[in-house]
């Protein structure tokens, strides 16, 4: 009887010291020192992320600094968050390169697991059937190795179709881009232009969709006030909170950013004749005349 | 520059100034014509690379999408401007995609325009511009531009700058004549009173007037002619009473000559007839004396006073011939003359001299002939030689003689006592001795050097005295050879 009650209160002691159920993961977030107004960028994504896994420690890291393997051994975390490409560089050179998660970068799931900066496409298109519900398709131009929008199969069928063209280079993919606004896209159509697509040609373009009414898409905010109808965008506190779900996965992998925020050029808009409700308008978080 | 000479000084100022104006104002206005030219050029051709810059970036689109139809619109649309000739698209390979049409051609050697090129012709531009997309290369433009309205433009400008310089010019001209009369009226006065008062009209002043400063130069002018007109008078009286002096001194002269030529025909007449009655007389007597024992103390007597008698007529002769050079009425007689007998002569003439003095003659020379008058040659030979026999004790007498370029050389030296340097420059004087005291060694009245000098010019002749080596005396005579007159021995 002793025996069994001992033997009891011993699993008991051992299911409450597991450090499974009594402490918590911990986790480092790694950004680069800034003093610019990317500061406040940084600031937004901790912010999520520490809404998603509660406390977790910040570590500045100095650009060319070499001290950060001994600042991650003094913390020694369980993971580690790697905000930005230069900083997922200098972590995945210390012995902490297994336990990174990146974010707020442009990347493949070659090269690192994290949230990619490239916008899930299914949520694009959620959001897109929301706004403009008249739009049955959806031509994607981007060049090869610069890409911001990653194709996930959709899962309504009230989204519209999404196709993705890609040009190898940045002049096949104006040519890719003419092509299809001069000759293929009808007025029903919307085409995402390339982030990188240069002003001059971008002028050229949206002068040929204005002529034929063609809904121009894009992911740069910077191209909205060109003839573009609509920009969509990281929502940063929604980043970091998908990074801190990630981050408490088993094993995290590779995943496209879901929190999109939207623009509108209210100007085009009205010349496509396209109205919105307030409720709708009010998702815009960003409204150009 | 001459100006005319007929023009007055206010004319020439007026010219002079007139002309300075004009190249002034062409220099400047070419000067900015240059200046404005290159920039209004430089300006227009950078206005047009930009053109062109705007031309290439407009196609670029166009040539992208190989669009001709667009590319062909563009060129049209970009040529529509009447300085454009002619505006073309070439891709990367220089095929043309679109023109705007016209054949001019700029020749440029160049292909592949990967930078912007301007050619620059005489009538137009060629502006070249590359279109390019990040680091594509796709092709580029041409555009031709013409410089007719430019060259149009400045056309204007010149014309109306030569007008404007034309007018200001004039303008000039009449203030400046204006200004200029204020003085050159004066200085031209002032040149007309100096010109009639250096042609000796007197009584001559100006009369402008203007600010303190000219009048004060007028009179400063006026008081400067009369002490000159004053002054010319007083130098006038001086001269004029010089001239009454001078010719009563020349009377006086001419009367001196009358009696110095009456005492020389006295001298002549009543010193040298009863002189030579007394030597006529003394030879007589001398020659009457017996030979032999017991006379020889008469002979010794009659003989002494016979040469004193003859020394004496022979003072009188030189002094006459020193009156007949001074008086400048002794004409020489020249005549082919063979020197070497004629020195000879000289030389056999002081030989008794030479004995008494126990001294030796030694003769050097050609054989030669000059025209010359042989007395007066002789006259000057006989007395360097016996000068030098008479001032030299047991020494050696040299004579000779060359011809030397256009002159006949002679030169008498000796081995005497010789004539000291401070008084070489003298011994030419009439009645000059180195040692003129009463007690002195060597007789004679100081005529026998003047007389050689002289005669020595009226041969158109030099003589000059110096030491002979270290001791002694050296004389030497040039008389001028003229060629044609001179005989060269055989």
Request: overall charge neutral; proline content about 3%; glycine content about 6%.
């Amino acid at each position: 009887m002793r025996k069994g009650i001992y033997k009891g209160l011993l699993f008991c002691f051992f299911i409450i010291s597991s450090p499974a159920n009594g402490k918590e993961p911990r986790i480092v977030i790694a950004y680069p020192a800034s003093e610019t107004s990317q500061a406040l960028t940084y600031t937004h994504v901790i912010d999520g992320i520490e809404k998603a896994v509660g406390h977790a420690e910040r570590l500045e890291v100095t650009e060319g600094a070499d001290t950060v393997q001994a600042q991650l051994d003094r913390l020694h975390p369980d993971k580690v968050i790697a905000l930005g490409k230069k900083v997922a560089g200098t972590i995945n050179k210390t012995s902490y390169l297994k336990l990174m998660l990146v974010g707020l970068a442009h990347f493949n799931p070659a090269e690192y697991n994290g949230v990619s900066l490239t916008l899930d496409s299914r949520s694009l298109g959620a959001q897109l059937s929301r706004f403009v519900p008249s739009v049955k398709r959806v031509f994607v131009v981007q060049q090869a190795g610069h890409q911001t929008i990653e194709s996930v199969p959709a899962i309504s069928g009230t989204q519209p179709t999404l196709e993705i063209r890609e040009g190898s280079d940045q002049l096949a993919t104006i040519r890719l881009l003419g092509h299809l606004v001069g000759e293929e896209a009808t007025a029903t159509d919307a085409v995402f232009i390339p982030a990188n697509l240069p002003i001059d040609i971008l002028y050229e373009v949206a002068k040929v969709a204005w002529d034929k009414k063609i809904m121009l898409l894009s992911t740069n905010l910077a191209q909205l006030d060109t003839g573009t109808l609509m920009g969509f965008y990281p929502d940063e506190l929604a980043l970091g909170e998908q990074l801190g779900q990630l981050v408490t996965k088993k094993n995290p992998g590779f995943e496209s950013i879901k929190g999109i925020n939207s623009a509108l050029n209210r100007k085009v808009a009205q010349y496509l004749s396209i109205d919105f409700d307030p409720a709708t308008l009010d998702l815009f978080t960003v409204k150009i005349k | 520059m001459n100006l005319p000479a007929h023009l007055n000084l206010r004319q020439r100022y007026n010219l002079t100034v007139f002309i300075a104006i004009a190249l002034a104002y062409c220099l400047l206005i070419s000067l900015l014509y240059k200046v404005i030219d290159n920039y209004a050029g430089d300006y227009t051709s950078h206005y047009w690379q930009d053109y062109t810059k705007t031309f290439s970036d407009s196609v670029k689109y166009s040539v992208i999408m190989r669009s001709t139809s667009v590319s062909e619109a563009l060129t049209h649309n970009f040529a529509s401007d009447k300085n454009v000739l002619k505006a073309s698209v070439y891709n990367s390979q220089d095929e043309l995609l679109a023109t705007s049409g016209g054949n001019l051609n700029c020749m440029a050697t160049q292909t592949g325009f990967t930078t912007s090129l301007v050619i620059d012709t005489h009538d137009y531009w060629c502006f070249y511009s590359p279109i390019t997309q990040a680091a594509n290369f796709l092709g580029h433009v041409e555009l031709i531009i013409s410089k007719a309205d430019l060259k149009a433009v400045f056309g204007q400008l010149l014309w109306a700058s030569g007008l404007i310089i034309l007018v200001f010019t004039v303008f000039i001209f009449f203030v400046v004549r204006h200004f200029s009369g204020l003085f050159t009226t004066t200085l031209v006065e002032m040149a007309t009173v100096l010109k009639d008062v250096s042609q000796g009209k007197r009584g001559r002043r100006v009369a402008f007037s203007g600010a303190a400063d000219i009048d004060m130069m007028r009179d400063v002018f006026n008081d400067m002619l009369t002490r000159i007109e004053l002054n010319e008078q007083a130098l006038e009286q001086r001269v004029a009473d010089r001239t009454s002096e001078l010719k009563i001194a020349l009377d006086n002269s001419q009367a001196g000559n009358v009696y110095k030529s009456q005492i020389m025909a006295m001298v002549s007449h009543e010193m040298k007839t009863p002189l030579h009655a007394v030597v006529a007389g003394l030879q007589l007597l001398y020659e009457q004396v017996p030979q032999g024992p017991g006379h020889e103390l008469n002979r010794e007597y009659h003989a002494k006073a016979l040469n004193r008698a003859n020394e004496l007529n022979s003072y009188i002769d030189n002094m006459l011939l020193h009156g007949k050079l001074e008086a400048d009425q002794f004409e020489v007689a020249p005549a082919l003359v063979a020197i070497k007998p004629l020195m000879q002569g000289c030389a056999d003439k002081v030989a008794p001299l030479q004995d008494r003095n126990r001294n030796r003659l030694t003769l050097s020379g050609q054989d030669i002939s000059v025209v010359c008058d042989a007395e007066v040659l002789r006259h000057i030979v006989n007395n360097l030689l016996s000068n030098a026999c008479k001032f030299t004790l047991e020494g050696d007498i040299t004579l000779s003689w060359w011809l030397e370029q256009a002159a006949l050389v002679i030169q008498v030296g000796d081995t005497g006592c010789g004539i000291p340097d401070e008084f070489r420059a003298r011994i030419f004087d009439a009645f000059w001795q180195v040692d003129m005291s009463l007690s002195r060694k060597y007789g004679g009245y100081g005529l026998g050097l003047a007389i050689v000098r002289q005669f020595v010019q009226q041969l158109n002749g030099d003589i000059t005295v110096g030491a002979n080596g270290g001791k002694g005396t050296l004389f030497t005579v040039k008389i001028p050879n003229s060629a044609g007159r001179l005989a060269h021995p055989p």
